[in-house]
């Protein structure tokens, strides 16, 4: 089973950006779906975006469309959330999560079978 590791999470203040980042070991995760998804505190999961092959990618939520941009890294094995104009709203544990290789983007953001331990984004002045 992948094991995926989020980084680049942290504190930023409204309308900053920050860049989180996906990486796995032992797996291509060129061949793999992956996809990310947010918890905020008292709230149900929701699905962010996600990106399969050849770079096809989907945005799940209104809110981050036209913010938030996916991509991938092949040399280095990495996929990357950039997020810009960020708002209080967005504060939560943000995910990286896959249902394994050679599978497409779930029709439903939040519909993984495995995800890393989550990076806390906190927006706030």
């Known amino acids: 089973q992948v094991q995926l590791v989020e980084s680049g999470g942290g504190l930023v203040q409204p309308g900053g950006s920050l860049r989180l980042s996906c990486a796995a070991s032992?797996?291509?995760?060129?061949?793999?779906?992956i996809g990310w998804f947010r918890r905020a505190p008292g709230k149900e999961r929701e699905g962010v975006s996600c990106?399969?092959?050849?770079?096809?990618?989907?945005y799940y939520a209104d809110s981050i469309k036209g913010r938030f941009s996916i991509s991938r890294d092949n040399v280095k094995n990495t996929v990357y959330l950039q997020m810009n104009s960020l708002k209080p709203e967005d504060t939560a544990v943000y995910y990286c999560?896959?249902?394994?290789?050679?599978?497409?983007?779930?029709?439903?953001?939040?519909?993984?079978?495995?995800w890393g331990q989550g990076t806390q984004v906190t927006v706030s002045s």
């Open positions: 990106i399969d092959r050849p770079d096809r990618r989907t």
């Open positions: 999560a896959t249902n394994g290789p050679w599978l497409t983007c779930p029709t439903e953001g939040t519909d993984f079978g495995s």
């Open positions: 032992g797996v291509t995760l060129a061949t793999y779906a």
